[in-house]
């Protein structure tokens, strides 16, 4: 009796431990897969799309946009969603809502790091329009700027309140700075391609 249960112990030892080990390896997956689309020649949007198909393996969200700020205007694009209701949340629901400029992406734009709200009613910036439409956590990733256009990635619960684990930080911090290097560097590549054809001088375009 006493070796079976030392024995189911070691089982149930052996199955936590492959399971770490698989999370583990679908994170370490999911960063790389991001961090590969860096290499490819895509534009912000695609870019998001593209990351955030990879990212929602392991970080549980129903919807995904991609809000680009320019001047006082602000458009928003769905890049993912799980579902058709959460599609419609944030393709209307979130464009139309007048208080989610300030509430969702006024601070993220000008930080380093991405925010977290697991209960986004209990904010102090949280926008009544989001909370009576079912939105209850919320997470604002800065993803650079480049051609004048701020990019900041929402990504929104729907439902009950759910916590994000630090695992989900970690993935999502880790995108954030990869989607934010890759959009920086397409804007010092348009600077570069700029001055070459540019006379410094003048300002007129260079004869080839």
Not at 20 to 42: A, K, W
Not at 158 to 166: I, K, S, V
Not at 191 to 203: H, P, V
């Amino acid at each position: 009796m006493l070796f079976r249960s030392e024995l189911q112990r070691a089982l149930e030892s052996n199955a936590i431990l492959i399971h770490l080990l698989r999370d583990s390896h679908l994170v370490s997956e999911t960063l790389l897969g991001v961090s590969q689309l860096t290499q490819l020649d895509l534009d912000p949007v695609d870019l998001a799309r593209h990351a955030l198909t990879l990212v929602t393996r392991v970080v549980d969200a129903d919807w995904c946009a991609l809000a680009c700020r320019k001047g006082g205007q602000v458009t928003f694009e769905t890049v993912w969603a799980r579902t058709e209701d959460s599609r419609a949340f944030a393709s209307v629901t979130l464009p139309e809502s007048r208080g989610v400029h300030e509430a969702l992406l006024h601070s993220s734009a000008s930080q380093d790091e991405p925010t977290f709200a697991s209960s986004y009613e209990r904010g102090t910036t949280h926008c009544p329009e989001l909370v009576d439409a079912g939105l209850s956590g919320c997470a604002s990733l800065p993803a650079g700027t480049a051609l004048d256009v701020t990019y900041v990635l929402l990504l929104g619960r729907l439902g009950p309140d759910r916590e994000w684990t630090e695992r989900e930080r970690r993935v999502l911090s880790a995108t954030s700075h990869t989607l934010r290097a890759a959009v920086e560097s397409q804007e010092r590549m348009h600077r570069s391609r700029e001055a070459a054809l540019t006379d410094s001088l003048t300002g007129l375009a260079n004869r080839r």
